[in-house]
């Protein structure tokens, strides 16, 4: 079975930091391209930061570039993002996505087929 599984959300003050896990289950982590998305209360999924496999090259928001930063072990098959100086409006549920289809980077959220469950990301004091 097909999973993705994400860990490392939680509370944080502004200016803190957090690290997403975003594990594969039932199949290696290593299609074209892996990222996040993240969905606030009212809004529509937002495409957050991507990575091409086949040559690392990321790509990211306006909103999080040079904040966030995406990465991947292959030997644990897991890819991650590494969010620093957070801030009130990165609050947020947070999904690891992937595709066998795309032979591209895309932001479009309809274009990937293997979602995560979620891990729900807050920016308070």
């Known amino acids: 079975q097909v999973q993705l599984v994400e860990s490392g959300g939680g509370l944080v003050q502004p200016g803190g930091s957090l690290r997403l896990s975003c594990a594969a289950s039932?199949?290696?982590?290593?299609?074209?391209?892996e990222g996040w998305f993240r969905q606030a209360p009212g809004k529509q999924r937002e495409g957050v930061a991507f990575m091409a496999t086949s040559d690392g090259s990321t790509y990211y928001a306006d909103s999080v570039k040079g904040r966030f930063t995406i990465s991947r072990d292959n030997a644990k098959n897991t890819v991650y993002l590494q969010m620093d100086s957070l801030k009130p409006d990165d609050t947020a549920v947070y999904y690891c996505?992937?595709?066998?289809?795309?032979?591209?980077?895309?932001?479009?959220?309809?274009?990937?087929?293997?979602w995560g469950q979620g891990t729900q990301v807050t920016v308070s004091s």
């Open positions: 996505v992937t595709s066998p289809r795309l032979r591209y980077v895309s932001f479009d959220p309809d274009e990937y087929d293997y």
């Open positions: 039932g199949f290696t982590l290593n299609y074209y391209v």
